[in-house]
């Protein structure tokens, strides 16, 4: 009975790690994706700099509140299987 609790609590805090891990590993992804792309249409099209930047930043923390969200509900599942 007792294994099975600690197990569970384990099962929790790690999937809570590979969690977070994976949500950062994600964003660096995307806002690298987002960073190049931009990059390379401010190259071909500079008169539209201003555009693209704007699109850019909005993209780049929508990406980041996206991110908080993941590692925000990763914490909570960590909480909730080590107060089990």
């Not at 660096?28 to 401010?42: D, F, H, L, N, Y």
């Not at 190259?43 to 929508?62: C, D, G, S, V, Y």
């Not at 908080?68 to 960590?78: D, E, H, Q, S």
């Amino acid at each position: 009975m007792l294994l099975s609790i600690l197990m569970d609590m384990s099962f929790a805090v790690m999937g809570a790690g590979i969690g977070a891990g994976l949500v950062a590993i994600g964003a660096g992804i995307g806002i690298g994706q987002i960073g190049g792309s931009a990059m390379e249409a401010m190259a071909r099209q500079p008169e539209a700099f201003a555009k693209i930047q704007t699109a850019m930043l909005i993209i780049a923390a929508l990406v980041e509140v996206i991110a908080l969200f993941g590692v925000v509900v990763c914490f909570l599942i960590y909480t909730a299987g080590t107060a089990a």
